[in-house]
């Protein structure tokens, strides 16, 4: 088959490599209909995500139809369609039963690479490296899913395939971090970022009772997606005058947010000074993470305020301004997104007619085209917004939003 | 605090702790211990059962082709370093055999004749299943054998002691040992090569429920010993011999060789 193989830092190739079979009782294989790049992606292409290696087949947001199952497998069979949730759970250990789905016993053959960097293993997840269990991931013809039973949801209706796709992560996880921003009804939500996770967020804040979400970018269509989809107010945070922490003070009457989402993570771009003392210990090791935005939600944030961060961090923060976080008494919430939990109730909500989260793909792609695609998705160019993959389609490039 | 009042009898004090003692670990003269610990979603029953049935021992116990009962207390193991293929032999006596609580055994040939193993299981205090510790001495000659011996699968005292636990909370828990092994791959590159082994993709984990024959299916020099693990594991038997394990409650199976009967 063919599949997206990472071959160091800036460079994915596509390569023809064996398919996978069953290796395990309760595996599925599964023919791949629609993937997808995700800001996840990004640190691994940048080399930002330790235990990466030549020739691991990237990609953890993929949807197909049930090609093979397991001798264990009981509630999935050949012919099936499913959307693939990103994290690994084995469904019966304590974490899984207690809805911590992300944060699996039993899932990550490499747990002891974990436990020795985070003290203790979360779950394993497709093509994120191998701290993560390191499983092929889904930017290929097939994938092998493990916990065929646990996982995957199966779609029954003939809702297109670019509905659901995005229950596999953005979608989900964009409600986790509304969720574990702690919103009641009335409040005031700012999101920094509106890439996917982050128009999500926004939606989703809405979800929750969010009286006013304030939305922060400097991509123009990502901007006008968060705007007219999503109902933010958007701030340009490039546009200069006010600093952000003033901006969003003055549009949350004084006071600050209720709860701030970051919705950026580890390569936040930034132009203080601080963001540039970053880009230099980044590029010397000395920090692993740039936590430009997480700084400046820090400051922002109402005293008594919730920090929900679903933006990933790998490593160690440099200058992490923990006193204001302290002095404030605020809450962060974070981590992976416990998925499982979210794929009925979100299915359903898009079932329903309340979402389509198909509104944010710029771009549909054949599988040749991917190399390309992860440059023009990590410099933001062409206007893009989201990626999807028909791994069966040689080449061609859609702009679905020309 | 009001709340917590609520909800519990309050204590009142004084209260009498305790002093932590720490489990045993590190080396000593000829000795080293090792110990782990995990909570298993299970009864100390079905943890007891399932560690005591030699049959199931290649199926989730790292670098073990066999074990056979040659007496009722006495077994003969048959272990491989899946790194070199080598293949040694000892045999073990059974120490202790408490059913639900505590099982020990001691090697008693070979160069490390001495080391012995201790499995302790306890409820967990709040129902989420059982305790298990296991505390592993081994006995270290020295020279090369040892390595082989205590490095099986390129793994310290310390991490295999760590692995087999976890290995058997795998089983129990999710009813297979999580792995990549065989998973097809890119071009890997020289380092990615070297690594494939340290990430699981070509060093064999014990196979689980799965029916991935060992040592068949190891690198070339690794896989010139006999067969056993195939045959002994087809998944489908494993998958239901589990099952009878985990599903009914029965304390042993009078079918099945047990180390407490
Ligand atoms: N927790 C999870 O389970 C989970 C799942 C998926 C993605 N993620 C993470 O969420 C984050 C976003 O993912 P995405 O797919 O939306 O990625 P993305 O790269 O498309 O979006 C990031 C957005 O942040 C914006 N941004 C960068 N610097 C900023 C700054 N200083 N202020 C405001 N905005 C800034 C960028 O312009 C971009 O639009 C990533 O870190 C990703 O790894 C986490
Ligand atoms: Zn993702
Ligand atoms: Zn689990």
Redo the contacts between chains.
Sequence with gaps: MKAVCWMGAGKVEIQTVEDPKIINPGDAVIRVTRTAICGSDLHLFDGYIPTMESGDILGHEFMGVVEEVGTAVKKLKRGDRVVIPFTIACGSCFFCKTDLWSLCDNSNPNARICETMYGYSGSALFGYSHIYGGFAGGQAQYVRVPFADVGPIKIESDIPDEKVLFLSDIYPTGYQAAENAQIKPGDTVAVFGCGPVGLFAIASAYMFGAEKVIAIDRFPERLKLAREYCGATTIDYTAGNPSIVEALRDLSNGIGPDSIIDAVGMEAHGTDAAAFYDKIDQALMLETDRPTVLRQAIQAVRKGGTLSIPGVYGGDLDKLNFGAAFGKGITMKMGQTNMHKYLAPLLKSIEDGKIDPSFMISHRVGIEDVPDMYKIWRDKKDRVTKIVIDPFREKGIDRLRA | MAQAAEQFDAPSFPKQGAIWKPLPKGKQGKQQAAHTVQ?I?ATPDQVFNLYTRIEFLPAWMEGVVSVQRLSPKKLRWLMQDPGTGKQFEFDAEEVESVPGKRYVSRVTTGPTAGTTNTLTLEAHPSG??TVATLINVFTLPGGLFTKAVTSVVSRSPA?IT??NL?HL??VL?????????????????I??KL??V????NMP?PP?????ARPDDLPESASKGPSKWGVLLG??VA?AVLGSLLFVETKSDPSGESLHD
């Design positions: 909570t979603r989420r299943g991490q760590i692995e976890r909370k795998e828990e999710a009813g297979e040992i999580p792995s990549v092994e065989g998973q097809p791959a890119g071009r890997r590159g380092s990615g690594k494939q340290l990430y699981g993709e984990m689980g429920t799965s029916d991935r998944s489908a998958v």
